[in-house]
């Protein structure tokens, strides 16, 4: 009989070799599931689909009836490999050299979605197939991608079936050094910006006869970074907003171009929300042009607000789980960007733990063998705790969540 670490080792591999670059699936739920319904996992297959969108396959994998309810959530989509010519080992072969499993989604996050698998196959077993609740997965394959099809409306789903989840924990690559560092309570929130001003075309020998929207655009830029948004909240630190670029499509030196377009986003914490930083940016961008003849639009993308899981019985139940397999004391962090956690956050408390990110989306991605054996047992070992602490107790006590 395989031990947990094997059953990891053998389920990454399987997904790695899928070349599921979002939106793709190439198999990997098909692998994925087939490791779950052996060992009495029901699998749901959910492919959603929205206009102008790529359609997506999701799976929900469940055991077990009732309260406590624990997810894993999770993606097996990932980001294209780029010029595979450079790699050492072939992106999708799951090549194992010098103690590391190398391929793209090794860290970003098959290598997690596998060790949660193995570590949920085995608390299955050793509970003789009857667990004291429910243990599901949600795995997405549109995480890297637009996040349409994917965790959203597979949580929409769950809950028209009367599957929400108490509790849910994600794999993303939290560590950015090594296995133990750091768990996620939450994510700053994003909001993309995009401000178009239009003047009018004219020679630069006559201005007054033209209207610059470069000139406009510039100084509406710099009173937005004059504005100081907070410093910061007691979990999630001061929210910045950084332009990311400035255009205006003239290669002429001799022209006052007609129109000027800028990008920028914001990373805030929970002192704000998308809505009201909204009004804020049209409020002050609008005082800019006010009786000048330039005019703007300001749109805006879709957006993840921020959020934080109160410190609580579930992080101390993962960080001494995460104590006793590394020796090391993880820190409780909102760092970072944004993930699926920002959907799930609507539901349940959420918490974010699974491998390093060093090398994610990079050429030779890899995880380290002894991680994925070291995450294996943190899960395993999380899970057990998991029920013997919420089965005894009423799921929406203050304390539990």
Known sequence: MSTPAETALAIAKSLIHCPSVTPSDAGALDALGEFLSVAGFSCNRLTFSEEGTPDVDNLVARIGTGAPHLCFAGHTDVVPPGDESLWS????????????????????????????AAAAIDYVATCGGEIPGTISLLITGDEEGPAINGTKKVLSWMEAESLVPDHCLVGEPSNSEFLGETIKIGRRGSLTGHLTVTGQQGHVAYPHLAANPVKGIVTALAKLYETKLDSGSTHI??????????????????????????????????NHDAEKLKAMLMEKIGAVFHDTRLSFTLDFAPHGD????????????????????????????????????????????????????????????????????????IYRRFIAAYFETFGDRSIGDADAR
């Open 237 to 270: 630190s001061p929210s910045n907003l950084e332009v990311t670029s400035i255009d205006v499509g003239n290669s002429a030196t001799n022209i006052i171009p007609a129109r000027a377009e800028a990008h920028f986003n914001i990373r805030f914490n929970d």
């Open 306 to 377: 921020a959020f934080v899981t109160k410190p609580g019985a579930l992080d101390e139940l993962l960080s001494e789980a995460v104590t006793a397999l590394t020796g090391k004391t993880p820190v409780l962090s909102t760092s970072g960007g944004t993930s699926d956690a920002r959907f799930i956050k609507d539901y349940c408390p959420v918490l974010e733990f699974g491998l390093t990110s060093e090398t994610i989306h990079k050429v030779d991605e890899n995880a380290t063998l002894d991680d994925l054996e070291v995450l294996t047992a």
């Open 89 to 116: 080992h072939d992106p999708f072969s799951a090549d194992i050299a010098d103690g590391r499993l190398y391929g793209r989604g090794a860290s970003d996050m098959k290598g997690a979605v596998a060790c949660f």
